[in-house]
């Protein structure tokens, strides 16, 4: 398989209700999948949460990882203390237990469901400066990267072409299993942040 870039810009993006705001899907696997119908391999969403306290909604079989974009977030999983999220930092919970969030934010949310493991990381771009995304050798049968331009406009130099990806949009890379790289950079004179999550598929 060769690897190739997708961008998704935030005109895409479907917007919906939960019991505490709100929450955009960014991404979800397979394309065709239906968050409603708890049919996606994976998901990629965004939450504002709007509510003081508010309960997240019941995912049995799913893992779930969340990342604070802005705001600030208690999480209180059942049976365990509660945990706060300053932006980008990140929680990883299963969606069958109950959590109850404290605090008005906006959030990054990954789900997978079982056979897929994954990551999020946050990553800082200096200003006017690029970095090195390195994908080594895989072992799993395969990986998506995803990344978020969460407050910046980016570009990325991927195969001898350069992509301009604006704020609020995202891009991905279903990578081969061959050693490949590619560039992420920062024009601006303001440090931009950029949410990276690794989807990966162990079948």
Avoid at 6 to 23: A, H, L, N, R, Y
Avoid at 97 to 124: P, R, W
Avoid at 180 to 194: A, G, S, T, W
């Amino acid at each position: 398989m060769e690897s190739k870039i997708e961008i998704v810009k935030k005109e895409e993006f479907k917007t919906s209700s939960w019991s505490g705001g709100t929450t955009t899907q960014l991404l979800i696997y397979p394309k065709e999948a239906q968050y409603n119908e708890r049919n996606f391999k994976w998901r990629i969403s965004s939450a504002k949460v709007e509510a003081e306290e508010s309960t997240f909604t019941h995912l049995p079989g799913i893992s779930r990882i969340i990342m604070v974009i802005n705001g600030k977030l208690f999480l209180e999983h059942e049976g365990k203390e509660k945990i706060s999220l300053e932006p980008f930092q990140q929680d990883s919970f299963m969606g069958d237990i109950t959590t109850k969030s404290f605090g008005k934010c906006t959030d990054f949310n990954l789900m997978m469901k079982e056979g897929y493991t994954g990551k999020l990381e946050a990553i800082v771009l200096d200003p006017k400066s690029q970095i090195k995304i390195t994908n080594e050798d895989s072992k799993f049968y395969s990986t998506t990267d995803v990344f978020y331009a969460a407050n910046g406009d980016i570009d990325v130099k991927f195969k001898n072409k350069q992509f301009e990806i604006q704020q609020g949009d995202l891009f991905y890379i279903e990578m081969s299993k061959d050693k490949e790289e590619f560039y992420i950079l920062n024009k601006e004179d303001k440090e931009i942040n950029i949410i990276r999550a690794v989807i990966d598929d162990r079948y």
